[in-house]
Structure formats: C-alpha cells, structure tokens
C-alpha cells in the first residue's frame, strides 16, 4: 500500500512515525511519501517537504499566506502524481483539512489521525471533518464522546506517548549517568520547554530565564527542540546560568525535580514522567485578543483537559514572570502540592491506555483498507 501523510509539527512528526513504523510491520511493502520531520524521515525516505516550511503560529500564518499556498499546491501535486491508497493527515486542521478535501475528489482514502481541536475553537470544521474523513483516529479519550455526539466516526485506542515514554524508560541508563554525561552537576533540577517554533521560543524563554535567577540552589536546563538550531537559544542564555541540552527532552524530564512547560504535547509529557509543572503560554497582544472569544474552553494544557478540572496551573498570557516565579516556589517547596498534582497524574495515566497504542491504531488503519471505502 502507499501511504501519505501530513504532519506539521514536532509532536506531529513522533506520532506519525511511530505509526508508519507500525503499518512497515503489518504491510511489508508499505510506501511513504509525506511532509514531516527528522523522525519520519529516519522511517523513510519519502519526504517531500519539511515541516519547517509551513509551522507557523496562529495569526502569524496570515503574513506567511503565500508560501503556505505554494507549499499546498506542491504537495497535492505529489500527492495526485504519487496517487496513494490512503492520506493520513495528522493534526495540523488548517493546512491538512484542505488536503484532504483535495485527496477525496482523486478517491483517495483518508484517515485523520490526532483529530483536529474543534472542540476547543472553530467547530465549523467539524463538518469538513465529516465530510473528508472516512475515519478519525483520536488520542484525547474525551473526544470521543463529543465526536459521536457530532456523528464523526472515530476511533480510540490510547494515547501513543505512552508508547514513547514506556519505551524510553526501559531503555534510558539513568540520570545520574545523564547529568554527568552534561556536566549538569549536583543540584536539582528544574526543567524549561519553551516550546519547538521559534516565536514561542522568543515569547517563553525570557520569563523563564528570569524565573532561573531566582532560585540558585537548582540548575535550570532548557530542552532545545530538535527543529531549532543550537545559536538561536545563545542570547537568551549567555548572562545566565541556564543550561541547555539538545534533541534530549525525555532525559531531562525523567532526571528535573520540576518544570515550566509550554503548553502543548510537553505538558502531557511532563505528566507522564511524573514531573510537577506549571503550564506557560503567551503570544502576540492582538492576535491572544482576537483569538480569545472564540475559545470554548476552560482550560489549554491537556493535562487539565483530559483531567477534567485543574490538576496544573496555566499561566497565560499576562505577568509570565511574576506568576511562574510564585508557581515554581510553591512546586519546589510545599510538598503535599506536589503529592497532589502526582496523585492527578496517576488518574490521568489511567485515561491514556495501555502500551501498543500505535500498533494498535496502525492494525485498525490496514484492518479499514482491505475493507470498502465506507
């Protein structure tokens, strides 16, 4: 079978390799094209464009409009060239919805994997959704329900970083080892993700860092994103103490006693190593007050929202520095605050599912294919 995909970030670009390294093994002649990233591209030597190319950040894809659509008539020209048995967009809603739209008018098969955020903002896309996706692929246990209710057909089987961090886990040498590997010394430490796009990085870094000179008594260690070259972080660090490490995010949650995480697939990995956290997240004035009454959510981390009320606190947008300095205070010295937000985390893995969550969404997929389109 031939297989393209779509995938338009970082967190994307894990999922979808998994999952293609999953149907390689189900169908042995598997064929990959895709837009993706550097882990899809170590599954196969399909790529056609990286997703660099096109990660932009909510209003600011309006001032990049052109290239998008460049982008967009590349890839369905490969795509209607290329004529695969099936398009899996992953995520990506406003990029790969259109996408898929163009895949059904050439017969292509689509499932969506990690379903579009409608339920938090523009739930007029459920109707494209509908209408595009023969099945949708889910890995938020809420959205089931919601999208039964809409009649979208979808599919459930966990969540696949609980794939990514049990095998991790077991294969990870410890991290004392870790530290000293990073010369990171002997005081505890504190985790900062500041995000994988370079205007989140902009945005979060510098509060964080500030938050980093507060407290001498702990080393503070940036995860720099795979996606973002090494020099980009230097002067947000160099009058700092602040550490970072490259390409090696589990290894740093699994060793730091707390972190400041943007909100994002980080917070929920955050969660599952165990880490007390609380939740960033800050972008341009105008586009935060443009895009804020369309919200419909209480909450914007998914450890709250697959939790079902605050487990983490979510500091947005406002005094990013004052907040998260009193946060992190709290985290590192009221313990029965961190035993609680543990006790959330215990719940919340429960939700996620067992370990095969890509292998068993990959054997739904190829199950679907040998089947009539619905």
Known sequence: MKYFLIAGEASGDLHASNLMKELKKLDPDAEFRFMGGDLMQEVSDGLVMHYRETSYMLLDVFFHLGKIFRNMRKLKAQMADWSPDLFIPVDYAGFNLRIARYARSLNIRVFYYISPKVWAWQERRVKKLRKYSERVFSILPFEVAYFKNLKVPVEYFGNPLVDEVGRFKREFDGADSWRKKHKLGQKPLVALLAGSRKKEIESMLPPMVQVAAEHPGYTFVVAGAPSIEPGFYEPYLEASEVKVVYGETYPLLEAATAGLITSGTATLEAALF???????YKTRAWAYHLVKPLIKINF?????????????????????????????????????????????????????????????????????????TA
């Open 274 to 280: 165990d880490l007390p956290q609380a939740v960033l």
């Open 300 to 372: 914007i981390s998914l450890v709250n929202l697959i939790f079902g009320k605050q487990l983490v606190l979510e500091i947005i947008q406002k005094d990013l520095y004052t907040r998260s300095k009193l946060e992190l205070a709290r985290i590192l010295e009221d313990e029965e605050y961190r035993k609680a937000m543990k006790a959330g985390y215990k719940t919340l893995r429960a939700a996620l599912g067992e370990e095969g969550v890509s292998a068993r969404i990959a054997g739904k997929m190829v199950e679907f294919l040998k089947q009539k």
